[in-house]
């Protein structure tokens, strides 16, 4: 059996679109999770954030972006000088897809099924928004938003083209920067981090 498209509403607002997502069925992933995790921001952001999937702590608070990635993400906005009331924040897949280990439930990467399946949303969330400037953060959102022969580490930190926004750019997943293998090499990924959301910074000021 296909599976029903995502159900986004025709005259899709964010709050529209928050609700709907919960009846969600375009892919499999809803059964595991606890709830979908929509976008969070300003309808009138200037720049969309574009992560994976939620994580944990998202599924079961049904937001974006506030378990330790977020908190990552939140120190490198606010040392890049982007204030958070400027940002709109969101994920590629709305639904947290894991594999169980005893108790704790480990992330899993989507599949590029679900990822078209959820891509609906995120066209959505663009179209409503329309935000000046993209950030795609990992090569989920990267190669999702604008296809794969993006590379993260190759393509990261410059205007890339695209139609999406004027100013549509790559970098890391700030989970990445947590799984580094020690101090030194978090505090570089970190850097390095920073430096790509101060370009980003740059062109919203500029
Ligand atoms: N990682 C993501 O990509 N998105 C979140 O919302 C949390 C962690």
Partial sequence: ???????????????RMRSAVQECRAC????GATQAVFGDGPARAEV???GEQPGDREDVEGAPFVGPAGHLLDRALADA???RERV???????????????????HQRPEAFQIAACRPWLDAELA?????????????????????AVRVTRDRGRPLDSPLAEDVSVTVHPSSILRAP???ARRAAYDAFVADLARVAAVLDG
């Fill in 182 to 184: 020690d101090e030194p």
């Fill in 81 to 83: 000088g982007i204030a």
């Fill in 1 to 15: 059996a296909t599976a029903p498209p995502a159900p986004v509403p025709e005259r899709p607002t964010l709050p």
């Fill in 48 to 50: 969309v954030l574009v």
């Fill in 88 to 106: 709109y924040l969101t994920n590629a897949v709305k639904h947290f897809r894991y594999r169980q280990r005893g108790k704790r439930r480990i």
């Fill in 28 to 31: 499999d992933l809803w059964a």
């Fill in 128 to 148: 409503v928004v329309r935000p000046r400037v993209l950030v795609c953060m990992g090569a989920v959102a990267a190669q999702g938003l604008l296809g794969s």
